[in-house]
């Protein structure tokens, strides 16, 4: 039972480049979730979408984009990364369409690093 | 806005001892707490949901309250053992749909 997938795992990119973020829930849930986590600011809302076709942006959105796929899949984009962006990135999915209010489920995270 | 606290931020303690976590939160129009564990270079893992009509719910060792009377959660922990040493999270899920709100977390070493 995979729950929420994330890839990569690891990435370590140069300042400018872009990259993509993949995540994928086999739980049939409705959200998901975009947060980066960084020490002492604890999990920040970048992106989240409350259901397929639908995305909107959170506390930290900008330099993002996110695509919402199909109802399993939901990537987040770094058009040209900055240091600034390097952080721990996790995608998570809850069950009901009012989303927020439902328990979330997370993936193992991707660690980047921007040089 | 809706500010969630976890103090203390650092919590180490002997093998066996019972312990109790903190999570205080402003906005008591919270629909679900829910506690989660995270191991170093993991993801969050869900330990307990505790909605809003209810005051607590028990898993195993761990039993976590809630008051949103006061605006505190706690989780507490019987019979600690090192496996347990983990950083744990508290994060609130409001009414209706607005963003999750999560504490900076509590990080636990349990001592052999």
């Known amino acids: 039972n995979a729950g929420v997938t994330q890839t990569p795992k690891f990435q370590v990119l140069k300042t400018g480049q872009s990259m993509t973020l993949q995540c994928a829930q086999d739980?049939?849930?409705?959200?998901m979730y975009w947060y980066r986590q960084d020490p002492g600011m604890g999990l920040r809302l970048i992106y989240y979408?409350?259901?397929?076709?639908?995305?909107d942006k959170g506390e930290v959105p900008n330099g993002y984009n996110v695509s919402r796929l199909n109802k399993r899949e939901f990537s987040l984009r770094l058009e040209s990364a900055a240091p600034s962006q390097t952080s721990v990135y996790f995608c998570?999915?809850?069950?009901?369409?009012?989303?927020?209010?439902?328990?979330?489920?997370f993936g193992d995270g991707t660690r980047l690093s921007i040089l | 806005k809706q500010e969630v606290t976890q103090i203390p931020a650092a919590l180490s303690v002997p093998e066996g001892e019972n312990l109790v976590l903190n999570c205080s939160f402003t906005?008591?129009?919270?629909?679900?707490l829910q506690w989660f564990r995270q191991d170093p270079g993991k993801g969050l893992t869900s330990l307990l949901l505790?909605?809003?009509?209810?005051r607590e719910q028990t898993s195993g060792r761990l039993n976590a309250s809630l008051d949103k009377s006061s605006g505190r959660s706690t989780l507490y922990i019987a019979a600690s053992q090192p496996g347990d040493s983990a950083t744990y999270l508290c994060?609130?899920?409001?009414?209706?749909?607005?963003?999750?709100?999560f504490g900076t977390g509590t990080k636990l070493q349990v001592i052999p």
């Open positions: 998570a999915s809850s069950e009901a369409s009012q989303g927020v209010g439902q328990p979330q489920h």
């Open positions: 739980m049939n849930h409705n959200s």
């Open positions: 979408s409350a259901s397929e076709g639908t995305t």
């Open positions: 906005d008591s129009a919270i629909y679900n």
């Open positions: 505790i909605q809003s009509s209810q």
């Open positions: 994060a609130v899920l409001p009414w209706g749909y607005q963003k999750v709100t």
